[in-house]
T-cell receptor
Framework: DAMVIQNPRYQVTQFGKPVTLSCSQTLNHNVMYWYQQKSSQAPKLLFHYYDKDFNNEADTPDNFQSRRPNTSFCFLDIRSPGLGDAAMYLC?????????????FGEGSRLTVL | RKEVEQDPGPFNVPEGATVAFNCTYSNSASQSFFWYRQDCRKEPKLLMSVYSSGNEDGRFTAQLNRASQYISLLIRDSKLSDSATYLCVVGLDNYGQNFVFGPGTRLSVLP
């Protein structure tokens, strides 16, 4: 069973039309991440939540916002998508209480901007 | 200097070959180390955690050299299904929050 679930798997939007991507997890992990991955590049961290504490990366544009209403859910809001925001968006979780602390990824949401 | 660097690739090898990937990291305080595998248009999946003592899982062997700040992945008897991008991931702390990704090395195993 999937432990990190992302919806939608594929999202097509128009230039400037807001988009929300969701992520839910059944692992009860306290840390949740959003990564952006473009073709042939490594995932790029946008921000992460450590419990309720929001940690934004310095180079994440203001166009990207996030919400974590509870432990299980996290949302990525793209307020005004541009053509350059077309990418795979990966949600991941980790736990600070585990021995190895690896990242668990969802299957990703692929965003197309027309 | 990038925080995590990997062999640029791509690696094109015949089935049955042995292939080794290298990864170096710049932060000597790094605490945890991983190899992830990512298939085309899929999410990264954990292949192996890497420990100082080295670890092996079937055809895969990972090594960590803290003194040289170097991680390796060896794949023996490569299969067509091993074709993927291999990402070296370094955890900067023991708190499970800060991970740095290498750029990835692409492997194609050819029939």
């Amino acid at each position: 069973d999937a432990m990190v679930i992302q919806n939608p798997r594929y999202q097509v939007t128009q230039f400037g039309k807001p988009v929300t991507l969701s992520c839910s997890q059944t692992l009860n992990h306290n840390v949740m991440y959003w990564y952006q991955q473009k073709s042939s590049q490594a995932p790029k961290l946008l921000f992460h939540y450590y419990d309720k504490d929001f940690n934004n990366e310095a180079d994440t544009p203001d166009n990207f916002q996030s919400r974590r209403p509870n432990t299980s859910f996290c949302f990525l809001d793209i307020r005004s998508p541009g053509l350059g925001d077309a990418a795979m968006y990966l949600c991941a979780t980790s736990s600070t209480g585990t021995e190895t602390g690896e990242l668990f990824f969802g299957e990703g949401s692929r965003l197309t901007v027309l | 200097r990038k925080e995590v660097e990997q062999d640029p690739g791509p690696f094109n090898v015949p089935e049955g070959a042995t292939v080794a990937f290298n990864c170096t990291y710049s932060n000597s305080a790094s605490q945890s180390f991983f190899w992830y595998r990512q298939d085309c248009r899929k999410e990264p999946k954990l292949l192996m955690s890497v420990y100082s003592s080295g670890n092996e899982d079937g055809r895969f062997t990972a090594q960590l050299n803290r003194a040289s700040q170097y991680i390796s992945l060896l794949i023996r008897d490569s299969k067509l299904s091993d074709s993927a991008t291999y990402l070296c991931v370094v955890g900067l702390d023991n708190y499970g929050q800060n991970f740095v990704f290498g750029p990835g090395t692409r492997l194609s195993v050819l029939p």
